[in-house]
Structures are given as C-alpha cells and as structure tokens.
C-alpha cells in the first residue's frame, strides 16, 4: 500500500484528490497538509471529505508528515511547491506536482535535480496528455501555410494566466516547428497590422466556474482544424495525478512527465 500526503488538502484539487484516495485500496492517506496558520489546521480530514479516514488531521506544513509517506501530491502555489519539492528531495520522497504557474527559475531548479523521483505536469488529465501528443504531430505536419492559435478558458478564481497547459502547449508547437522564430503575442488590441507568419497567440478567457478548456487552431487558406479539450469536473485531473503517483514508486531518479506516465 503506498502511504500519500495531500498537498493544499482544502482546496479545490486537494479535496478532489483527497476523496478519490480515501476510496482507493492502493492508497494510504498518511497526511493532509495546508499552509502555515490555516483555520482548518488540526481538524479532521473527514471535515473536508466526508469519507476521508477519521484519524488523519490537517497539518500546517509538510515537515510534520513528510517521514511517514510514500509520494506526495502537491497542488498548492509556486512557492509552497518549491519548498515542497525541497523537503521531498531531502527525505527522498516522491512528489506528484500538478501546480501552475511555476516562474522559470523554480522549474529550472526542479528539472536540474537528478536524485529525486518526480512527476511534474501543469494538466495532470489524461485526455489533455492525449491533447498534448496529437499536438505534437499535427504540428509537425501542418507547418507552412498554416497560422498557430492557442485560447484557453477557466473558471473567475484562477490566479495565473495564461494557465500553465497553455504554456505547455505553446511549447509543444514550437518544439515541433523548430526551424522558426517564434514571435508570441498575448491578445491583440489595437492597430497590430497584417499577422506575421512567425507568430503564436495566446488568449486567456476567465469567467464563471469553468473547469478548464484549451483548443489548438491551425488556420490555413480554405481551411481550419482545431483540436480542443473540455474539462467538466476536477476529478479527472485527480485521476491523472493518482495515476502518475502509483507509478512513480516505480521508477528510478528522475523528472517526469504525465506523457512517461502514460508511455506515450
């Protein structure tokens, strides 16, 4: 049985993936960790998620638990994933780490470590991961001729934008299309002129409760394909992220993706 820690437990993913462990015999929740001084602090899990075990309490960091796990899922905020990260390291912990909108230098920092086991992915669901793939090769394909548009869309409390999986997929075409000088554009306003062929766009639309949707357009002459991905409930994302923690107690040290998860 593979002891988990949940990361950022009161919040919206933490919850998500806090009720789907509590229902999984490969699964034993050893800790449920929230940041310093949150009121849920010392509190049942169960007060969370009412199936959660009755004797795991919340804890305001990770150093009270870290010992007694297996993995930890970590979806907090970039700083607390740093630093999460870090102690996983040191104990020579895994870390599932499904944050957003980690800077440069801190994803540097984790994708530099070589004495860690880690999975690291901004969309943890595996229809997204599928998305990632296709992108992949349709990019490799539909090359010249064909304008790059990425618009993605969430929920009104979302704090980074673009989200992190639209990042990923602007990387991803420009992986593909290597040969270019990207130029990325962020909205459009004003005067901007005849679009060049080098560039990239990328629109965030927030509102309402939305889930999450990112959609890929290639729009030629005569023609468009887009390839979208709609999210309409968390636990998905949940799934993906139990998924890449059952595998990587398997694995040697090293930085993941959820594409080595799903051997794609």
Known sequence: MIKLAITGVCGKMGGAILKLASGDNDFQIVGAVEKKGHPMAGQPASRIVGEAPGDVIIVDGIAGVVDACDVIIDFTDPNATLENFVFAREKQKCIVIGTTGLPMDALGQIRGSGDVRAVVSPNMSIGMNLMFDIVDRVSKTLQDGYDIEIVEMHHRWKKDAPSGTAMQLKEIVKGAQAGKQWEEVYGRKGLTGERKNEEIAILGLRGGDIVGEHT??????????????????????ARGALMAAKWIVRQPPGIYGMKDVLGL
Do not use: K
């Open 216 to 237: 890929v357009m290639y729009a030629g002459i005569g023609e468009r394909l887009e390839i979208t991905h709609r999210a309409y409930a968390r636990d998905n994302f």
